[in-house]
Nanobody, 125 residues
């Protein structure tokens, strides 16, 4: 059974930093893309960042570009999200996702991903 477990969320002041981690178990994802999405109250789940299976390509939402960095360690079956210069509007539940399909570049939050349970990130003024 595949499990994705996020950690590292919490409360931080605007301008601060947090590092999210997501550890996968049940199978490896060395041929699949991994991503982070987020969902704020009353809003749709939205794309944050994506990383190719070998780490050679990353992509970001315009709202986080230059502030967030996604990375992965396939030996640990783990993906990370370094979040710097956090803003109030970054407050959301952050979800880790692993693609069910190998060698696909895809960034839409739908049922073709494995999902973590989410971790709350709250940015205060």
């Amino acid at each position: 059974q595949v499990q994705l477990v996020e950690s590292g969320g919490g409360l931080v002041q605007a301008g601060g930093s947090l590092r999210l981690s997501c550890a996968a178990s049940g199978r490896t994802f060395s041929n699949e893309g991994m991503a982070w999405f987020r969902q704020a109250p009353g809003k749709e789940r939205e794309f944050v960042g994506y990383i190719l299976w070998n780490g050679d390509m990353t992509a970001y939402a315009d709202s986080v570009k230059g502030r967030f960095t996604i990375s992965r360690d396939n030996a640990k079956n783990t993906v990370y999200l370094q979040m710097n210069s956090l803003k109030l509007e970054d407050t959301a539940v952050y979800y880790c996702a692993a693609d069910r399909f190998p060698h696909r570049v895809y960034m839409v939050p739908d049922s073709t991903w494995y999902w973590g349970q989410g971790t709350q990130v709250t940015v205060s003024s």
